[in-house]
C-alpha cells in the first residue's frame, strides 16, 4: 500500500493551531488566506477552516474577511484580460449589478468565497471592495461603506482599527493584507494619486452605473513595510495554521506605522 504523507486537520486541530498562534475569544480578527497552503489533509475543506476560525472567536468574536469583486468595473479599465472595445457598451447594459447576497468574490480565494455565504455572514454595499463578517461586531464593521474611498474612514478596515482588531494572514504575506490600504488614504506621500471609478449598482428595481472617487492603491512595497514593522516593532506572531506559515498582527499598530512609512518611503 502507497504510504500517505502528510497528517489529517480537522476543525479542532485548526483551532488548536488558532489558539497556539494567538486568536483569542471575543477578538476582532481580520483574515487574509490562501487554502491550499494549509496542506493537502483538511477535512470539511474551506468550511473547517472558516468554522474553526468561528470556535477560536467564540461567541463574542468577530470574523472579517476582503470579499472584492473587482470585475465590477468600467470594461474600457480591463487589462487582465482585455475585451474587444466593440463590446463594451454591450458589457455595460449587461452585466449584473452588485448583489452581497449573490456577486462572487474575484482572486480572494475560496475560504472568503465560502464565508460570504454562510448563514449570519453580513456583506458590506460596496460594489468592487466589499468585506464580509460574522459576529459580535458584523453589523458595526459592514454598515454603511462609503463609495468613495472604499478603504478609508467609512470602511469595513477602519471600524476593525476602532475596535483594536487584528490580522491574520494564513499562508499569505503583507501583500495580501488590506489593512494597509488604510494607511494609504490616511498618509501624504509623494505620487499618491485619484481616480474615477465606475460599477453597477441595483437602485429603483433595476440598475445604474455608478461613479465614485477612489485611490490608486499600490501593495507593490507592502511585503517591505511588512518586514521592517516586524523587525522594528516586534509586535508580530509567526506559527502554523495547518502548514500554512501565518502571522498575527495587531492592525492598529501596523496601519499606524505604515502611514508614517509611506510618508517616508514613497517617492513618486
Avoid at 488566506?33 to 467564540?58: D, N, R, T, Y
Avoid at 464593521?141 to 478596515?157: F, K, N, R, V, W
Wanted: glycine share 10%.
Amino acid at each position: 500500500m502507497q504510504e500517505i504523507q502528510g497528517r489529517l486537520m480537522t476543525v479542532d486541530t485548526l483551532a488548536e493551531d488558532l489558539r497556539r498562534l494567538g486568536v483569542s475569544p471575543g477578538m476582532t480578527l481580520i483574515v487574509h488566506s490562501s487554502f491550499k497552503s494549509l496542506g493537502s489533509w483538511v477535512l470539511g475543506g474551506p468550511a473547517a477552516v472558516i468554522l474553526a476560525l468561528e470556535q477560536a472567536l467564540g461567541p463574542e468574536g468577530t470574523l472579517v474577511m476582503p470579499t472584492h469583486s473587482s470585475d465590477l468595473c468600467d470594461p474600457a479599465g480591463w487589462r487582465n484580460p482585455p475585451v474587444n472595445p466593440a463590446w463594451w457598451d454591450e458589457i455595460r447594459e449587461q452585466m449584473p449589478p452588485y448583489d452581497p447576497s449573490l456577486t462572487p468574490t474575484r482572486m480572494m480565494g475560496v475560504i472568503p468565497e465560502c464565508f460570504r455565504k454562510q448563514d449570519g455572514v453580513m456583506r458590506s454595499r460596496h460594489p468592487m471592495q466589499s468585506f464580509a463578517a460574522w459576529g459580535k461586531h458584523a453589523e458595526r464593521i459592514t454598515a454603511e461603506q462609503s463609495y468613495d474611498y472604499s478603504m478609508g474612514e467609512q470602511s469595513p478596515l477602519a471600524r476593525v482599527y476602532e475596535l483594536d482588531g487584528r490580522v491574520l494572514l494564513l499562508g499569505v504575506g503583507n501583500a495580501n493584507n488590506t489593512s494597509l490600504h488604510l494607511a494609504e488614504v490616511r498618509a501624504n506621500y509623494a505620487g499618491k494619486r485619484e481616480m474615477t471609478a465606475r460599477s453597477p449598482i441595483r437602485k429603483d428595481g433595476g440598475s445604474c452605473w455608478l461613479s465614485y472617487t477612489e485611490l490608486e492603491y499600490d501593495s507593490d512595497d507592502f511585503e517591505r513595510l511588512g518586514e521592517q514593522f516586524e523587525k522594528e516593532a516586534g509586535l508580530v506572531t509567526r506559527g502554523k495554521i495547518g502548514d500554512a506559515e501565518s502571522l498575527l498582527i495587531p492592525q492598529r499598530a501596523i496601519v499606524d506605522y505604515a502611514v508614517k512609512w509611506l510618508e517616508g518611503n514613497r517617492k513618486g
